[in-house]
């Protein structure tokens, strides 16, 4: 591998998964990102002027432009991040999800096939296998376990993974797909759990828990999961699928708690809204074939994870205040309004 087009690499896992490439490996690296809301080029701006990283405005379901990204700058391998990536805003409008998450990665399968490229990886998630029962705890999302996805977001990443599969089936191409669980870290998009509860807290104001609070994530510091997508790119076996994960369950409820501890802020600042309707109850991560069949292991312990993330958040308002004015606002207000109870 020499040149990797990644496509999303101005969101959160893509741009930390460019700055880890480009510390730990002799890659060079093609940023190609519609730059939507989640996308911001801040992220990368300790990066910009590296010599082997350039960027690309570019859709990935304009098939000529990435059509002629790929040939312009050699690309061997793809990688794609590109996606519509929030539960909630599916819920809202399912539109973007289908037209980004399957009719983009099947756009992308295709320019990867008439270009005879080395390596293709979908960054898939664990949300495509549904939810696991809270009270069997021994159960967890193994490789095959079967698809059964709750959310039109779910389901659309579940859609590209079955298109990934049948170009490998079909057209016997070179293709990696990798499943994570829940990630945090640096740069998320304070519309997910953690990143919104720390700005919410460090602002004073009420941090809204969907139902009761008892929903259980499995949580990976996102420098994990981009060492667990390298590993995969190479080390992985064509056609096969590697889970990703930290072996890390929280209720909801207890990362709030522990963020506003932490903080040194009260517990009188939760409040209990409308859940999330077709809520997964519980995710559960069993990570044991890349780390047994690939030597992968994650490299931090959560209490490290979570004080980074806390010290990144309360060093950087300016980044997350700027990406929750304007447009934020609207969706925020859309998306809680109702659930006030
Ligand atoms: P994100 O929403 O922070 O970033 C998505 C990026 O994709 C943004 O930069 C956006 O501009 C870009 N994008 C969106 N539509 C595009 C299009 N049509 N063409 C080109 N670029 C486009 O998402 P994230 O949390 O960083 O997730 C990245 C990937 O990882 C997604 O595929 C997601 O499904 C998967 N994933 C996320 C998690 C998680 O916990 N966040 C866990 C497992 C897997
Ligand atoms: O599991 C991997 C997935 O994790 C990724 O594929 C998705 O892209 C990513 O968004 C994430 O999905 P979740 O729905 O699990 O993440 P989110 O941060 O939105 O919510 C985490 C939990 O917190 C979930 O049970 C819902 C709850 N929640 C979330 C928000 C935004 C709240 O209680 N209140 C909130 O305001």
């Not at 270009?115 to 979908?122: G, R």
């Amino acid at each position: 591998m020499k040149n990797i087009l990644v496509t999303g690499g101005a969101g959160f896992i893509g741009s930390n998964f460019v700055k880890y490439v480009l510390k730990n490996y002799d890659w060079n690296i093609v940023n190609y990102d519609k730059l939507t809301y989640a996308g911001n080029l801040e992220n990368l701006s300790d990066v910009e002027k590296n010599q082997r990283y350039k960027f690309v405005k570019g859709d990935i379901c304009d098939e000529k432009k990435v059509e002629f990204t790929v040939s312009e700058n050699d690309v061997d391998t793809i990688v794609n991040f590109a996606a519509e990536s929030h539960v909630d805003r599916s819920i809202l409008g399912s539109r973007e999800f289908v037209i980004t998450n399957i009719v983009g990665t099947q756009v992308l399968l295709d320019v990867f096939k008439n270009n005879n490229l080395e390596k293709f990886l979908q960054v898939s998630t664990d949300e495509v296998y549904g939810s696991l029962p809270e009270n069997q705890k021994e159960l967890k999302f193994t490789e095959n376990t079967p698809l059964n996805t709750s959310s039109p977001y779910s389901a659309s990443k579940a859609s590209a993974d079955l298109l990934c599969n049948s170009y490998f089936h079909t057209h016997k191409l070179p293709v990696l797909i990798t499943r994570c669980s829940n990630n945090y870290g640096p740069y998320q998009f304070p519309e997910k759990l953690i990143p919104l509860m720390l700005a919410k807290a460090l602002n004073d104001e009420n941090l809204p828990v969907y139902g009761d609070g008892k929903n259980i994530r499995d949580w990976l510091f996102v420098e994990d999961h981009c060492s667990g997508i390298c590993t995969v790119l190479e080390k992985g076996k064509f056609g096969e699928v590697y889970n990703i994960g930290g072996n890390n369950e929280w209720f909801n409820i207890d990362i709030v708690k522990l963020i506003l501890k932490l903080l040194g802020k009260p517990e009188s600042l939760i409040t209990f809204v409308k859940d999330r309707p077709g809520h997964d109850r519980r995710y559960a991560i069993d990570s044991s074939k890349i780390q047994n069949e690939l030597g992968w292991k994650p490299a931090n312990v959560f209490e490290d994870g979570i004080s980074k993330t806390i010290k990144w958040y309360r060093e950087n308002e300016q980044w997350w205040k700027k990406v929750m004015s304007g447009e934020y606002m609207k969706y925020y207000e859309q998306n809680y309004a109702h659930k006030i109870v």
